[in-house]
């Protein structure tokens, strides 16, 4: 029987993290995306119900959670720690894009990860101009101080995701998606710290994620772009226990788009 109720759990450093737990099963927790929060992951969380018990949650300065001065991607992943221990102590993870690279950095940190599942990891391996201008960082922080909020969306949806502008240029035409996206932009800055410096062109070193040991499955969307694939076979190639898996007629908004036709490839590996 499918149940869902909706709850928060304090993190290390006294944060109140909300999250909605829904179905029954083995227990696994979704890690969302940059600018999205637990809505985002919601259609999939309840297809996921048919199966686990899903942790569908609001990473922090996100919808129904708290936030601290001084962000720090180790926070996050206390966030993490503390909602595996809600779900009994152990937990698989999926995320998503920047979610994928936390859920990852929290299975290298140790915690008590099952299983892996990642979905187009923005790791940038080449010099091909995928990925964010090297100055990215710095002025997104920028607008951000400036309180430029919908330039700061724009300027990561067109730089670090590469979205046309005239797509962006609609989405702002659409007041509440475009409100929602605005009052999230505060925390594109913590994504940037989540992927850190592996956007920078350069082979992804093998003993930084070695300690995630849990069987991981990478996945990518058969309409994404090439470097999406490309960090994805390299990820699978340096973790322990890894393999790639690309999925037809997806692309990198699967997670939200086309849940219907993400969801059996993890439930599959889920169960193991």
């Keep these: 029987m499918r149940t869902t109720s909706e709850t928060a759990v304090i993190s290390r450093d006294g944060t109140e993290i909300a ?7 083995p227990a696994v927790i979704l890690v969302s995306s940059a600018l999205a929060d ?12 048919r199966h686990f018990t899903v942790i569908n949650y609001d990473r ?5 959670s708290g936030d601290a001065p001084g962000y720090a991607v180790e926070r996050e992943v206390e966030d993490i ?5 809600h779900a009994g102590g152990s937990a698989s993870l999926f995320g ?4 994928a690279v936390l859920a990852l950095r929290a299975a290298a940190a140790g915690l008590d990860i099952e299983r892996l599942a990642l979905y187009e990891p923005p790791f940038v391996i080449g010099d091909d101009g995928f990925g964010p201008p090297k100055d990215y960082t710095r002025h997104l922080d920028a607008l951000l101080a400036a309180d430029r909020r919908g330039d700061a969306v ?9 979205m046309p502008a005239f797509m962006v240029t609609m989405m702002r035409l659409m007041p509440g998606m475009w409100s929602s996206l605005r009052a999230l932009a505060h ?3 913590y994504d940037a710290a989540v992927m850190g410096d592996t956007q920078q062109g350069r082979p992804l070193e093998a003993g930084r994620w070695s300690a995630a040991t849990a069987p991981t499955l990478v996945l990518t969307g058969g309409k994404s772009p090439a470097g999406f694939h490309n960090a994805a076979r390299a990820l699978a190639q340096v973790l322990p226990d890894a393999e790639h898996r ?3 007629g997806l692309n990198h908004g699967a997670v939200a788009m086309a849940p219907k036709k993400l969801a059996p490839a993890l439930v599959e590996f889920l169960h193991g």
């Design 96 to 99: 998503s894009s920047s979610g």
């Design 19 to 25: 999250f909605e737990r829904l179905g029954a099963g």
């Design 38 to 49: 637990r809505s985002d992951t919601g259609k999939l969380a309840g297809l996921l119900a």
């Design 60 to 64: 922090r300065g996100r919808g129904a």
């Design 246 to 248: 690309i999925l037809p």
């Design 154 to 162: 724009r300027y990561f949806m067109t730089e670090a995701q590469g």
């Design 81 to 85: 720690a503390a909602l595996i221990g």
């Design 187 to 189: 925390t594109l800055p």
